[in-house]
């Protein structure tokens, strides 16, 4: 059920939507309903059934996934008799010494460090409020957990798994051990928890928890210090968002300069029997589909070669639309922007298929796989044109500045 500002006479304090800036008041609201912006049909909040108690069991599970996964065997490879196994640690340890640390930086922050911190704070600022208390940090730690989600890409790596064996299978025997099946679990109940947070629940409930605990603290005979709000004038707010619209419009330069050697230039070597063969993007592309792997080329063409194209021109477009104020095609805009920022990180599926193909194939003059300039180029571009995404503010579709 969608819920507008003028449904229920029971209201809450006014509230301002995220991404068209407008403000408006959210009703109480019932199990299972939803409140959206009447103007951009942004989801506001909704509420749901133990919703605490969800989060902190699938938190808790995919904690437990997580650790799992690093205790087993993750995969195997064999070829005319050579062959071996890996952990999923093991694969940060090869990418390193074979001098491509860069590759596990990435592998670590988006596939350990950054879910594992994500599912903590969450089961540390839902273990409080299950009780009642306010979460030493709670707020502020809230903030880091909602800014760390997007560069959470533990899906991605399955999926770029996948692809991987796709690729090799036809020459060599693949192997998936128990620590993959953990993984998956741990994959599906990370995508459970984060479905299940709802950011103006959470920080409504966290404001209560502390405004209660303050309440409790100080004295009623004792007056509250005032408080100093700085001011913010319209000069300000102007300032602001000509800033970051050349922010955005220098990120997406950078992405286009970068897009170009990520194309053109090897993403990943093959060294077969003494035998480079470089493999660019669409090389790879036109090589599971000359292997009759239609899905898992159609998989990578669109993750790796469309949706950069595509988020690049509607970041362009986005941003120039903005800079000349114009009034046209809002609703379609904001639409394309909510698409763009949430399709751009699934470009780093070729780049986790380097990592895995890297991390297994390591099999001397027989059979190798380095990565190629490319594969740097390439992760750069997915970064930046998710920074630009995050610079571009969405409000000025609807609000001139």
Known sequence: MVINNHENNSLDKADVCNECDLTLLIPKLAVNQKALCPRCGYLLTARRSNCLDRIL????????????SFQFEFISFEYNGLGDSIKLLDSVRILIDNGYAWLAIIEVAS??????????????????????????????????????????????????TLVSFVKIISIAEIGLGTSYFSFILFSISMTAALLHLDKRAFYQALTVRRTEQQRVRVPVSEPAEPKLIPQVTSSDKRRANSLSIQKTWALIITAILLYIPANILPIMNTQFLGQNEPNTIIGGVLLLWQEKSYP?????????IMVPITKIATLIWL??????????????RILLYRAAEFIGRWSMVDIFVVITLTSLVQLGNTMSIIPGPASLAFSAVVIITMLAAMSFEPKLIYNEY
């Open 57 to 68: 069991a699938f938190a808790i599970s995919a904690l437990i996934f997580l650790i799992l």
């Open 111 to 160: 596939v350990f460090v950054i879910p594992g911190f994500i599912l903590i704070s969450v089961i540390y600022l839902v273990f409080f409020l299950r009780q009642g208390r306010y979460p030493p940090k709670g707020l502020g730690l809230t903030s880091v957990i909602f800014k760390l989600i997007p560069w959470n890409m533990v899906e991605i790596f399955l999926i770029g």
């Open 296 to 304: 898992i080329a159609m998989v990578v063409f669109i993750a790796s």
């Open 319 to 332: 941003n120039y639309s903005v800079q000349i104020h114009s009034g046209q095609l809002s609703h379609q």
